[in-house]
């Protein structure tokens, strides 16, 4: 009786359900979270290549995806398959708040006009220049030629900038660069919103009524964002919530974009708004807004993980059979690529320098066309494009085709061209001199160490003189070294004096922080650390 009962009991349980999740809106969910946990997999296994085989190391990580994608497609293993907006939604936010996050206000303002015409005037320049070839040399509508512009019209300097920390470019050059691509994001979602609504549904353009239109909604987009970011600025400066900061901010690129759009405004602009302003604000008077590491790891890890899915993305979703058969468009998209780049930073940097007086020079010019790169907004613009389109996939074989152009080819020779044009600064002297400065300091504290009176008991006379000997034959050496370098590059002198001055200060700024959070003080007082380094003809009676 009882075993009959049991069995009564255990013949109706399945796996399904015998799982805690019985709604069918729980079971999507398991559903979907199954179909993203091998993306995550393959992504983090591609984008470790190149810690694990040395030759792959001089290979953007962001290429390896797109070659592992496209070899899935191959395979025809499709991963995932989200809808256009949930694309959208997904990666744009977090990628544009980085960028914006990270950008230094001072740095920005003192280049604002020629980053400013490099992003927003390369925006419908690149859109015609594309969409005019297109159409011209290859009969493609011109519909689908201006959405591949649009798509194309939003530049990466992700990649590029890694390759600039690490050979060392000119701080001019990758100001420049990080400027165009934080302002050149927002302007090219807006017009590929603007010509897809326009394909979808096809209305008389009236110039005027779509330029009111694009200032209201970047209007919003502004106020919301800037609005936002303030209200986290105070939060997250204020007080000490590393965690909290952390949250908030991811928070931030998401929720700024969400109510942008659910108000009318640009969502692009409110994120861009948002990381600007939480970068590079401090409410604690008398202080400079400071970057904790932690932050810098988190957003970095954020990046990282959001590159690596959607480019694996962009070579999973690649029909390869249609990527054969737009190749001639590809290659035609890539050449309007370069030409309309070179129209618009030559154009623009001669109308930069009228403004500003403070002209471009031709050789960091030739690099700023040559670097600019398509990455992931391009990508994700592309896979966002509804099945409405009749010619999606042959956008999206184009932009994969460009895309793959600009990573293998003009990314992997930035380092060669930069060489070339002697537009490196001595980064790696820089780097040498820091480490052995680190081992300057490690050698002293051994020698303290070892002259203590009480080490002579551990160890016999002989072998402490002999440790002593020896450390202090090191020591002289680095020395030695370090003299030399000031010697042989006197420019060393002026950046250490830099990053002096920057520690003097980040340590004055984070004492009045402290003491404005634990509200021993209202308000920090002004900062004394700047005028104490003038130099004594400025501190004079004068």
């Not at 290859?138 to 690490?166: H, I, K, Y």
């Not at 050449?335 to 030559?346: C, D, H």
């Not at 002579?456 to 070294?481: F, G, M, Y």
Request: proline share 5%; glycine share 6%.
């Amino acid at each position: 009786m009882v075993d009959s009962t049991l069995a009564q009991w255990l013949v109706p349980l399945s796996p399904v359900s015998m799982s805690l999740l019985t709604d069918a809106g729980d079971l999507a969910i398991e559903r979907n979270l199954k179909e993203f946990l091998p993306v995550l997999l393959v992504a983090l296994s591609a984008a470790s290549l190149p810690r694990i085989f040395a030759p792959l190391r001089q290979v953007p990580y962001t290429l390896l995806l797109l070659v592992v994608g496209l070899g899935l497609a191959l395979v025809e293993v499709r991963l995932i398959d989200l809808s256009p907006g949930m694309i959208l939604l997904i990666f744009l936010p977090p990628i544009l708040f980085e960028a914006a996050w990270k950008m230094k206000w001072p740095d920005l303002w003192r280049e604002l006009v020629p980053s400013s015409l490099f992003a927003i005037g390369s925006v419908p320049v690149s859109i015609v220049g594309i969409g005019w070839a297109l159409h011209h040399w290859m009969q493609v509508s011109w519909t689908t030629a201006l959405l591949t512009g649009a798509c194309l019209a939003a530049t990466d300097s992700a990649s590029v900038l890694g390759v600039f920390r690490e050979v060392g470019a000119g701080k001019r050059l990758t100001t420049l660069l990080e400027g165009e691509s934080l302002f050149n994001d927002g302007a090219a979602v807006v017009a590929f919103s603007v010509l897809l609504e326009q394909a979808i549904d096809p209305q008389p353009i009236d110039l005027s009524t779509t330029l009111l239109q694009f200032l209201l909604v970047s209007a919003i987009g502004l106020g919301v964002g800037c609005a936002i970011g303030t209200a986290v600025a105070l939060l997250t400066q204020r007080y000490d919530l590393g965690w909290v900061e952390q949250s908030l901010s991811l928070v931030t690129a998401y929720g700024a974009y969400l109510l942008s759009e659910d108000l009318g405004g640009s969502g692009v602009i409110a994120v861009v708004a948002a990381g600007l302003v939480i970068g590079n604000l401090s409410l604690v008077s008398g202080t400079c807004p400071q970057k904790r590491p932690t932050m810098i790891e988190f957003w970095e890890f954020v990046i990282f993980l959001v590159n690596s899915i959607v480019f694996l993305l962009l070579g999973d979703q690649v029909l390869f059979p249609y990527f054969l058969e737009h190749i001639d468009t590809s290659l035609v998209a890539i050449a309007a690529v370069l030409a309309s780049r070179a129209v618009a930073i030559f154009g623009f940097s001669a109308i930069s320098g009228l403004v500003t007086r403070n002209p471009i020079p031709w050789a960091t010019q030739t690099v700023l066309w040559w670097v600019g790169l398509r990455g992931s907004v391009a990508i994700a613009l592309a896979l966002s494009l509804p099945d409405i389109i009749g010619d999606r996939q042959q956008i999206i074989s184009n932009s994969f085709g460009v895309v793959l152009f600009t990573l293998l080819v003009q990314g992997l020779t930035t380092k060669p061209l930069l060489d070339a044009l002697n537009l490196l600064e001595d980064e790696q002297i820089h780097t040498d001199y820091l480490e052995l400065l680190a081992q300057r300091s490690a050698l002293n504290q051994v020698l303290t160490h070892l002259q203590q009176s009480d080490r002579q008991a551990i160890v016999s006379p002989q072998e402490h003189q002999r440790e002593l000997d020896a450390v202090k034959a090191k020591l002289e050496q680095v020395n030695e070294t370090l003299r030399n370098l000031q010697t042989t590059h006197p420019q060393i002198e002026a950046f250490m004096r830099q990053q002096h001055q920057a520690k003097l200060l980040e340590i004055e700024s984070a004492a009045y922080s402290a003491f404005v959070q634990e509200g021993w003080i209202k308000k920090a007082p002004p900062l004394v650390v700047p005028q104490a380094l003038q130099p004594p003809e400025f501190n004079s009676g004068s």
